[in-house]
């Protein structure tokens, strides 16, 4: 394993972590648990909203498969750092095959979560 497989394994780890709590509905942790960049965009009472918005329709996560990581340096609209972007194909009760994009920022040793989409 090089460090960038190592690297991208620890920002999976981190991605699947913070999914679980998107899972369980449980918005308040998953918005303590994202980088300072995400928190400094959005308040913990518009993240509830906006996300139960958008996962409350689709109904529970059935199966999640990694499809791939891209490092990069450069995000718009946030500081130069290290970042990955991470994508999975996953099957909801009401919508199967939808691409949900995890974009992490390198957080001291860690990866948290700097952004969240699903098409």
């Not at 369980?24 to 942790?29: E, G, L, R, V, Y």
């Not at 994009?101 to 860690?110: E, K, M, P, S």
């Amino acid at each position: 394993m090089t460090s960038g497989d190592a690297s991208a394994s620890l920002s999976q780890d981190a991605a699947r972590a913070w999914l679980r709590l998107l899972d369980k509905a449980d918005w308040d942790a998953s918005w303590r648990a994202a980088a300072g960049v995400f928190q400094s965009q959005i308040t913990a009472a518009q993240w509830a909203s906006t996300v139960q918005a958008v996962r409350g329709p689709l109904g529970a996560a059935s199966s999640r498969v990694f499809q791939n990581v891209t490092s990069t340096s450069a995000l718009p609209g946030v500081p130069a750092g290290d970042y990955e972007i991470i994508q999975y194909r996953t099957d909801f009760a009401s919508k199967a095959g939808a691409i949900e994009t995890i974009t992490l920022a390198r957080d001291g040793d860690g990866w948290k979560v700097a952004g969240y989409f699903i098409k």
